[in-house]
């Protein structure tokens, strides 16, 4: 199982343990844990009802994930449940999501086909089949066809009709590539379709021929035992924003010597490498990342000790848990990087920012690998650096930094990052995003001069432009890197028209296109 711990504020509530491991029962633990507490149940009782949850049948049941593809059967038959399930599902992060639906008795088939005809906008591809009567009668007119009739007929794309669920299943397995989430639903005899699906991808795996090369198997063979390597990771699950494509290979290496070896091997082998923090402030395309993927996440690089004034703190180090150390320690200065989700290593190669303060102002020295895997030191006072941005580190990874603090009372501390907290909540959304968009312009802040061009709230699919704070796009469920970028487009040319300033992006867009 997964054992995880729930704090609040910084303040631990309890201990949960969850028979189905994994992220996606975390979240939804974390959920319930939300709505149980607005319904004021007690964290032991509620932690102990989901503890004993295995899961329910048709609901979001994951009949088949290999080979990068994942079918799901699920029981949505009504257009809010399906529209739902499909924007969730599109939060997950796959590439596409392909989606059959069966219709459920002809009365509700008729009632709602107004509803059902926007309910499958998310999907990127769509499946429709014949009703099930489930007792009930035909109604002249009323068939799956007309249900496809009216999805067609709002300019939804890539829409096909199949009656016969045979024939249903052998398409929805030819279709199906990497990265792709088949999404199979409705309350009928549908979920044969993706017991049949997940048949066929099995038979296929079995006699797929292996690729003619494996660079993850061959990049695992280089790195230590414990490092991770996987195939197909989506992005989305890696930055804050929680969109992108997949990274070819998603690598966390064990420690320094795993580091060097990786880079080594990418360079040897011609392959791209990428670097990457908490993904707070990065912005992935649809379509990924071709090559190498790499986050310092293991233990080795997330260690932070304390030593008189001094903070070590690997590249992979949560800024929250430097704050935390340091206020445990009762060490001031540090207080300003409590607002910002990433780490270390993002942190000074952005040279970010807050409360009038950068992260270069609390570094002595920093510690650095080369892309041939060399490792350097230096002074921190050494390195160029401007507002957001220290161009070494576009180069060379940021492994472990020293950072400098003063002894400050704990109250003190406590007191100057309550202010910063409030001060932020009450600014900031606290929807998913990837911080502020674009950097401050000379002349006045970005969030400004968006809010005064009135484009607050204004959306592009899933993106919308934050109500709170102008330079914040958020992702309101079901967003992909398109509808952001399409967004950024949008305000970087009214504010060009409107103010004749030229915003510059301050999240770092990468990946390709899908
Ligand atoms: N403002 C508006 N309307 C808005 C948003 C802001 O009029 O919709 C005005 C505010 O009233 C204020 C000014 O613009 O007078 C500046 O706004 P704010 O104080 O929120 O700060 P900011 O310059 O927008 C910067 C950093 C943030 C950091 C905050 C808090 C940049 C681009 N942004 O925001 O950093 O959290 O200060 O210190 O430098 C990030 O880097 O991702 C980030 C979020």
Not at 138 to 152: E, K, L, N
Not at 362 to 379: F, I, K, N, P, Q
Not at 387 to 413: T, W
Not at 467 to 491: C, M, S, W, Y
Request: glycine share 10%; hydrophobic share 40%.
């Amino acid at each position: 199982g997964t054992r995880f711990a729930v704090s609040c504020r910084e303040q631990r509530i309890g201990t949960i343990e969850l028979i189905i491991p994994g992220k996606q029962n975390v979240l939804n633990a974390l959920a319930a844990i939300a709505v149980a507490d607005q319904l004021q149940v007690p964290f032991e009782k509620m932690a102990a009802a989901l503890g004993e949850f295995t899961g329910a049948k048709r609901r979001f049941e994951r009949k088949f994930d290999d080979h990068g593809i994942v079918v799901v059967d699920d029981y949505a038959h009504h257009p809010t449940e399906i529209r739902a399930t499909i924007n969730a599902a599109k939060t997950l992060g796959y590439k596409r999501v392909i989606a059959a639906f069966q219709p459920h008795r002809y009365t509700r088939t008729q009632a709602l086909c107004a509803e059902f005809a926007t309910a499958f906008r998310q999907a990127d591809k769509l499946f429709l089949t014949e009703v099930y009567a489930a007792s009930e009668q035909p109604i002249p007119g009323v068939s799956g066809q007309s249900i496809c009739d009216a999805v067609v007929g709002t300019g939804q794309e890539n829409v096909a009709y199949e009656a016969d669920l045979e024939v249903l299943t052998g398409k929805l397995a030819a279709v199906a590539q990497p990265g792709d989430l088949l999404l199979i639903m409705g309350a009928g005899n549908i979920y044969k379709v993706a017991a049949g699906v997940a048949e066929m991808l099995q038979q296929r795996g079995r006699q797929a021929a292996p690729p003619a090369r494996d660079l993850g198997k061959e990049l695992q063979g280089q790195l230590s035992r414990h490092a991770v390597v996987r195939a197909g990771e989506p992005m989305s699950r890696h930055t804050t924003m929680r969109v992108g494509g997949p990274a070819e290979l998603w690598v966390e290496p064990w420690d320094e010597a795993d580091l060097a070896r990786l880079l080594k091997f990418c360079r040897a082998q011609q392959v791209p490498i990428l670097l990457i923090g908490r993904g707070t402030n990065l912005l992935v395309r649809d379509g990924g990342i071709r090559g190498v993927v790499a986050q310092l996440s293991s233990e080795h690089f997330t260690r932070v000790t304390v030593d008189g004034e001094r903070i070590m703190a690997g590249g992979g180090a949560r800024l929250k848990h430097i704050v935390n150390e340091a206020k445990t320690n009762e060490l001031g200065g540090f207080e300003f990087l409590e607002g910002i989700p990433g780490s270390l290593g993002g942190a000074l190669r952005m040279n970010a920012g807050a409360m009038g303060q950068q992260t270069f102002g609390v570094v002595d020295r920093v510690r650095y690998m080369s892309l041939t895997g060399e490792t350097y030191e230096a002074d921190a006072k050494t390195i160029p650096v401007s507002y957001r941005s220290c161009p070494l580190f576009a180069s060379h990874v940021a492994v472990s930094a020293i950072l400098r603090g003063r002894q400050v009372a704990r109250a003190e501390i406590d007191a100057r990052l309550r202010e910063y907290s409030e001060r932020r909540w009450a600014t900031q959304p606290p929807q998913p995003s990837a911080g502020c968009v674009f950097k401050n312009p000379t002349l006045a802040p970005a969030g400004k001069l968006i809010d005064e061009s009135g484009l607050k709230g204004t959306s592009i699919g899933g993106a919308c432009v934050s109500p709170k704070h102008g330079n914040f796009i958020v992702n309101e469920g079901g967003a992909t890197a398109r509808d952001v970028l399409q967004l950024i487009g949008l305000v970087r040319e009214r504010v060009r028209q409107e103010r004749g300033i030229e915003l510059e992006t301050e999240v770092m867009i990468v990946g390709e296109e899908r």
